[in-house]
């Protein structure tokens, strides 16, 4: 009886640690505030044999497929590094979109991201 509960508890256990990643896959819409005006940014999440992958497009940049070294999204919380531009993005998922922050350079600035809708 004292295994089957010991196995039981650690069922358990793994199925809290493992995150369902399909409500963040998909493309996100945002927007980096600055104090020079908002600049457009776009994330789109992938998952590939069970790891999530990220890149962003900056439109107003003419940048586009930048990837992201490291994604991760645990207990709701989305986090981003992308070692060539010295960015990262920590972002809370609730209600269906992401609140966080971008930081870059020394600057931390809102950074906050709706799904994009499919057409």
């Known amino acids: 009886m004292k295994f089957i509960t010991t196995v039981l508890l650690v069922l358990t256990s793994l199925s809290f640690s493992l995150q369902d990643?399909?409500?963040?896959i998909g493309?996100?819409?945002?927007?980096?505030?600055?104090?020079?005006?908002?600049?457009?940014?776009?994330i789109h999440l992938t998952e590939n044999e069970k790891a999530l992958k990220a890149t962003m497009d900056s439109p107003m940049q003419n940048a586009?497929?930048?990837?992201?070294?490291?994604v991760s999204f645990k207990e709701n919380v989305l986090k981003l590094k992308m070692e060539a531009i010295g960015g990262t993005y920590e972002g809370t998922l609730k209600d269906g979109k992401f609140t966080g922050k971008w930081k870059q350079s020394g600057q931390i600035l809102d950074m906050?991201?709706?799904k994009k809708e499919k057409n």
């Open 21 to 24: 990643n399909s409500k963040v």
């Open 27 to 42: 493309d996100w819409n945002g927007k980096i505030v600055t104090p020079n005006g908002d600049l457009e940014i776009i």
């Open 112 to 114: 906050n991201l709706e």
């Open 64 to 70: 586009y497929g930048l990837a992201f070294d490291e």
